[in-house]
């Protein structure tokens, strides 16, 4: 059984890798940011909670994430492991998670500032059937439209310039301290998060050992 945790700032690719290596090993991604989305399209209580918290340019607080990480990883649907992007972020929420699970490994895709703003600025969402583009390097057949349902596409309520200054000193001032808290435990494989999504899934697992990707 494999249980990792990815880092990294927005834009990094932590999801995209994290499905690459889903699909390859049979593990479980599970996203905290995808979960609250989840939760929003569907209009539940916690999602009324994070559209909320949106609204107003903060952050989800710890008290929540947990709450849902806790109720994701209590379904045990995880037979081969894991993968898990989004969290921890802050030194409670990296308490609360070695507590209760082992980590095999943290991989931390590093990428600059600069390029964060590039990639996520340039981010754009279908909100009806939630595909999502980069105008970078997945544009849209057609301009502004979704390739799947035809809808609209919008840029994400916390993608702008403002939202996104916060994030990243939210990073840089809670998430790092977190990275050198698993140092520590010697578990921290540093990957560039720069190059195509091919060569950083094969730094990856040369980094992790194991088998290397094949392209489909």
């Known amino acids: 059984m494999r249980k990792y945790v990815i880092m990294g700032v927005q834009g990094s690719g932590k999801g995209t890798q994290s499905q ?8 479980v991604h599970i996203s905290v940011g995808d979960i609250f989305r989840w939760h929003v399209r569907n209009h539940t209580k916690i999602g009324a909670q994070v559209r909320r918290i949106m609204a107003a ?11 849902v990480v806790r109720r994701r990883l209590d379904d045990h649907d995880w037979n081969f492991g894991f993968i898990i992007d989004g969290f921890p972020r ?11 699970y082992d980590i095999d ?12 703003r590039r990639r996520v600025l340039s981010r754009r969402l279908c909100p009806n059937c939630g595909m999502d583009y980069n105008l970078i390097a997945d544009r849209p057949e057609e301009e502004g439209r979704c390739d799947i349902c035809g809808h609209e596409l919008v ?9 996104l200054e916060a994030r990243l000193r939210d990073y840089h001032e809670k998430t790092r301290p ?17 190059p195509p999504l091919e060569e950083v899934q094969q730094a990856i697992r040369k980094t992790l050992g194991l088998p290397a990707y094949r392209t489909r």
């Open 57 to 67: 340019g903060d952050l989800v607080g710890d008290d929540l994430v947990e709450d």
């Open 178 to 194: 977190v990275l050198e808290l698993f140092r520590r435990k010697e578990v921290v494989h540093d990957v560039d998060g720069r």
């Open 155 to 163: 840029t994400r309520a916390d993608d702008t310039p403002e939202a």
């Open 20 to 27: 690459m290596l889903r699909d390859d090993l049979d593990l």
């Open 90 to 100: 802050n030194g409670r929420q990296a308490e609360f998670f070695m507590e209760s």
């Open 105 to 116: 490994a943290v991989i931390h895709l590093q990428l600059t500032d600069e390029e964060v």
